[in-house]
């Protein structure tokens, strides 16, 4: 390997990055700004020049794919196999099993499905779901709680337990002296066995040290502290460590991982040296300007390399429906001949927001494919449903019943989130996985209820050839296809065209995001979500949204606010650097012309919650009385009632175009909405 070749195409603080000799060294790579080829290019240019032994090499990431990826990069650029490249527990497990066949110890057995243990130990108590208990066992152990700890840890973390809090820390220690008693070890155990083995035998710690003295650690913003423990065991004193990630990226700290042990790098290595990484080649500038404002003056704004593209737009729909349908049409118009389908994908908060979007694309004859299998059909709490309502002989519409009625009763009696005409918002006692399980049963009622109204004489095995038929336009991995996909699976993906659905209060940000950490967690995933498009960006919401049977109305997420914002600048030419200052101004602004109520200015901008609520009730009057919009109000109108909001019907028969006949027709309407949006 020609060590010039290697650097060629890299920019400034890209060849930084990949040739300092200072460390440790930590990158703060942007979204689009080529972290993975510093990473590789500086793998492989210090192997080239003498200064690293490529024997000596680990290359730490989180899933065995990327590990794949990386040691692929580093062949096509000459390296042959020696980087050892894989998982925290991948490279742990590999070092145990080395030391117990050395020290003539027999293996533990591995403890691969850990749901039955922990069921067992809970035995069996009313909507106590094993799962829940065991992911938020795994979040306490990722984090070094231990289970005496886990009481306070989980009400300063703000977490929603799915048992009392002091019951989950006994049922912790329970689960530790059974997997002893059973001489088993789970996968979290890999982790602590090796880092225990390391402080305990400073020779051995010593030879693992020698053979990995050079430590690579991708997405390190993904690290929990208990992989943290590890990093630093296997590192001892030495300073040859490189860490890349990004701490607008940092969305996983529900499952365990804190995005401080990036953000406070420096300041536990004083000595370290710290590369950004702010060029951005994937995204236009109009999309990295949508990105720089759903993060709201936080800091890691993105330099753009490439021209300018189209400006992002802000669509809202009546309901999830139309919804979905409007997304499927923007889709066709998207499509130009010879585009590939898979160059378009739909991104959404939550797995159950996918069903009617899958079925618009469906109906519109364009081919789709769930990213990470199919959605909320694919979970195991539907597949149950299913195998029951399916069943040859079974009373179809009996089974449906009970099973609304069982969600609704569930509802209520926690206070939940579906009640009809309340906002959807989760309560402090549902967990996040109950709420997602009770959602995803919402999405397979609707479909069952659509069955039902289809077929004549309907049944449990015309229903499962129905769904059949509805996810009949799923193509393989392989196939071409627009790809739907959660936020979170979204993530180190890209497309050319982005469509972001369901930007709802209660999705964005998610209803049970409480405390400061999770709000901006939710802000980082709003830019993770944004920051996958590279030339179009289309976002929408729904006023309406259905769940099982039950129309919920629905808010905007209080983010689209900063979006239309950004998207009112953008069409002006204007890119504002601090976002956070223009949103206060915007706000100041808003107060000013509401104080006035000259209604001399009428045009309101578009998003503004009042008039995209009065726009949405304007459509459904008219589509139920079959006339045009125009003819219940005008634009101008609805923009004037916006701006004055009117409280009475005198104030509302001031208001151009509004005459007796519409005031008393439409009047009490108008004055509820209005009211309703000044809380």
């Known amino acids: 390997m020609n060590p010039d070749d290697l650097l060629a195409g890299l920019n400034e603080r890209q060849l930084l990055a990949a040739t300092s000799d200072g460390g440790p060294l930590v990158v703060l790579a942007g979204a689009g700004s080529g972290k993975t080829r510093v990473l590789t290019r500086r793998i492989a240019w210090r192997v080239a020049v003498g200064q690293t032994d490529p024997n000596r090499v680990l290359a730490l990431t989180f899933t065995r794919k990327a590990a794949g990826e990386l040691r692929q990069r580093l062949r096509n650029g000459g390296m042959r196999d020696q980087v050892v490249a894989g998982t925290f527990h991948g490279i742990a497990l590999t070092q145990l099993r080395q030391r117990w066949m050395e020290r003539g110890i027999k293996p533990p057995t591995i403890l691969d499905r850990k749901f039955r243990m922990v069921a067992q130990l809970i035995g069996r108590r009313p909507r106590v779901e094993p799962l829940d208990v065991l992911s938020e066992m795994e979040w306490a152990f990722a984090r070094l709680v231990a289970p005496s700890d886990y009481e306070g840890a989980a009400k300063l973390a703000g977490r929603v337990s799915p048992l009392p809090e002091g019951e989950l820390g006994d049922l912790m220690e329970r689960y530790q002296q059974e997997k002893r008693r059973r001489r088993v070890v789970d996968f979290d155990d890999l982790l602590a066995l090796a880092i225990r083995d390391l402080k305990d035998d400073a020779d051995y710690a010593a030879a693992v040290r020698w053979r990995h003295r050079h430590l690579y650690v991708d997405e390190f913003q993904d690290v929990n502290p208990l992989q943290f423990e590890l990093l630093r065991a296997w590192r001892g004193e030495s300073s040859d460590l490189f860490v890349v990630g990004d701490p607008n990226q940092a969305i996983y700290g529900w499952n365990g991982a804190d995005p401080m042990l990036l953000d406070n790098f420096a300041i536990r290595e004083p000595g370290a040296v710290v590369v950004s990484l702010d060029d951005n080649y994937r995204s236009t500038p109009q999309i990295l300007t949508m990105a720089t404002a759903a993060l709201a003056g936080k800091s890691g704004k993105l330099i753009p390399h490439r021209p300018d593209g189209a400006v992002p737009t802000l669509s809202s729909y009546p309901t999830d429906l139309s919804e979905a349908a409007g997304v499927a049409q923007r889709i066709k118009m998207s499509h130009n001949a010879g585009d ?35 959605g909320p059909l694919g979970s195991k709490e539907v597949k149950d449903a299913l195998r029951s309502l399916g069943r040859p002989g079974a009373d179809l519409i009996q089974s449906l019943a009970e099973m609304d009625n069982s969600l609704e009763s569930a509802s209520l009696e926690s206070g939940s989130l579906e009640s009809p005409g309340q906002e959807s918002s989760p309560t402090e006692d549902l967990s996040p996985a109950e709420i997602e399980r009770r959602q995803n049963l919402a999405a397979l009622s609707r479909l069952v209820h659509e069955y039902a109204s289809l077929d004549p004489a309907p049944s449990g095995p015309g229903l499962l050839a129905w769904i059949t038929t509805v996810q009949a336009g799923e193509v393989g991995v392989d ?40 709000l901006a967690e939710e802000k980082r995933l709003l830019y993770v979500a944004i920051t996958r498009a590279e030339s179009q960006l289309h976002l929408s919401w729904a006023s309406e949204r259905t769940f099982g049977t039950k129309a919920v109305k629905r808010q905007p997420s209080p983010y689209l606010e900063m979006m239309q914002s950004a ?21 100041q602004a808003a107060g000013t012309n509401k104080a006035k109520r000259s209604g001399k200015n009428d045009k309101n901008p578009v998003g503004d919650p009042v008039f995209d609520a009065l726009r949405t009730w304007r459509s459904g009057r008219a589509k139920a009385a079959n006339v045009p919009a125009y003819l219940i109000f005008s634009d101008q109108s609805l923009r004037a009632m916006a701006k004055r909001q009117p409280v009475t019907k005198g104030q509302l028969a001031n208001i151009s175009g509004v005459g007796p006949v519409k005031l008393e027709r439409y009047g009490d309407d108008i004055i509820k909405m209005v009211k309703q949006s000044q809380g």
């Open 479 to 518: 196939g071409d296809a627009v790809e739907l996909a959660t936020f979170h699976g979204a993530k180190g993906l890209e497309w050319a065209v982005v469509h972001i659905a369901g930007l709802e209060k209660g999705y964005m940000p998610i209803g049970y995001a409480k405390t400061g950490a999770q």
């Open 340 to 374: 590939k389908w898979a160059h378009q994908a739909v991104l959404v908060r939550t797995n159950a927001q996918l069903v009617p979007i899958e079925q618009a694309l469906a109906d519109a004859g364009v081919p789709v494919r769930v990213r990470g299998g199919s």
């Open 567 to 587: 998207i009112n600048h953008l069409k002006r030419g204007y890119r504002p650097v601090d976002w956070k200052a223009e949103i206060v101004k915007s706000r």
